[in-house]
């Protein structure tokens, strides 16, 4: 064998090294893809952390929910099998309209097809949020076991947290919900609750999931669900329901577009909180039905001339809120959309005269 010279033997050499350099260098791009998408391909845990409080009344704490829900969403619109984690080791607070959006959300959520992912949760060091979470029976809708308290207080504003829910029109689905504080509530108002939720789940069915919800899903659910709270807080009874639809800005236009091109002319562009204002103030809707379209506005009416409680409509970025005593609602528009609607109705505990 010839004997290399020196030149050569360095050239070889610089060879080696460089095939060497790039061999090493393809590991680390390897590696590097691995460790940054584990979840991808091996389904490894994912830890989402859950808001320090769940409220849409408020331009940062709805910015901070919904930011958490749309991390949720993107997980679940990826169709494949996930162990997520909802880290609730901050939360501190839960009010009632965005925690039963987020209870609504991930029932929707576990309702998609083909999806394989697993969810489990950190529950929160505050007592208090842990209890909220046990009574409305989250872990049900994880499929998980019931997580054992290790707190001795017992709260009563959160012990008379209620759940109902369903996809039909029917009262009997949410009169437990409400039937407990018959005794401490006037007649009139009982009987309004009953007709502005009546008339919520008659919306949800037939317009509410008119299309496809605007979330990245792509998915239209093949039945039209609905969710209620109901809850007894210092001396106050709030009853919540929410569905996760196209919103009332959105189903305005196809069920009365001629009012739609009114509020056009006049405000040039139409706000969502325009929209729900509108919605509430009609008569009647487009379904003809007697009785329709007013069922909402008499629990409306009564909880603010007997000065008894108020109402409050989120619908996509919209809020409509109508305050004790008062005779003119006030509404406006915040930045982020929860994707849906949620009534809220507020009214004391103890009979007065209506």
């Keep these: 064998m010839k004997k290399l010279s020196k030149q050569s033997r360095v050239k070889l050499l610089r060879k080696l090294r460089a095939a060497r350099r ?45 930011k958490f829900l749309r991390k949720l969403r993107t997980r679940f619109a990826r169709r494949k099998s996930y162990e997520i984690t909802i880290d609730f080791t901050q939360t501190e607070k839960f009010v009632a309209a965005g925690t039963l959006l987020f209870y609504s959300e991930l029932a929707y959520l576990k309702q998609l097809p083909n999806n394989g992912t697993k969810l489990r949760y950190i529950p929160p060091k505050n007592p208090k949020a842990f209890e909220v979470l046990i009574q409305i029976e989250l872990h049900k809708i994880l499929g998980i076991r019931k997580p054992k308290s290790k707190n001795t207080n017992k709260y009563d504003d959160v012990l008379n947290w209620k759940v109902a829910y369903g996809n039909v029109v029917n009262n009997e689905h949410c009169a437990p919900a409400i039937e407990a504080y018959e005794g401490q509530l006037a007649e009139p108002l009982i009987d309004g609750i ?3 939720l009546a008339e919520a789940m008659t919306n949800t069915v037939h317009h509410a999931y008119a299309d496809i919800r ?82 909402l506005v008499n629990v409306i009416e009564l909880a603010s001339k007997n000065g008894a409680g108020n109402v409050i409509i989120y619908s996509n970025k919209g809020i409509y809120k109508l305050a004790p005593g008062e005779t003119k609602p006030i509404s406006c528009d915040l930045k982020d959309s929860i994707l849906g609607t949620i009534i809220c109705w507020s009214v004391r505990l103890g009979k007065g005269d209506l």
């Design 194 to 196: 009953f007709k502005g």
């Design 214 to 295: 605007e979330d990245g899903l792509n998915h239209k659910p093949s039945k039209n669900n609905w969710w209620m709270f109901s809850q007894a807080r210092d001396k106050e009874l709030t009853v919540v329901f929410c569905d996760l639809g196209i919103g009332i800005p959105r189903s305005l236009p196809k069920t009365h577009p001629s009012l739609l091109d009114k509020l056009r002319s006049v405000f040039g562009k139409v706000d969502d909180h325009q929209c729900i204002a509108s919605s509430v103030e009609l008569n009647a809707t487009s379904t003809k039905i007697p009785g329709r379209g007013k069922g």
């Design 22 to 66: 790039r061999s090493y260098r393809a590991l680390l791009r390897e590696r590097k893809t691995h460790s940054s998408a584990p979840n991808e391909n091996k389904g490894l845990p994912i830890s989402i952390p859950a808001p320090k409080i769940f409220d849409i009344s408020r331009n940062d704490s709805r910015r901070n929910l919904t």
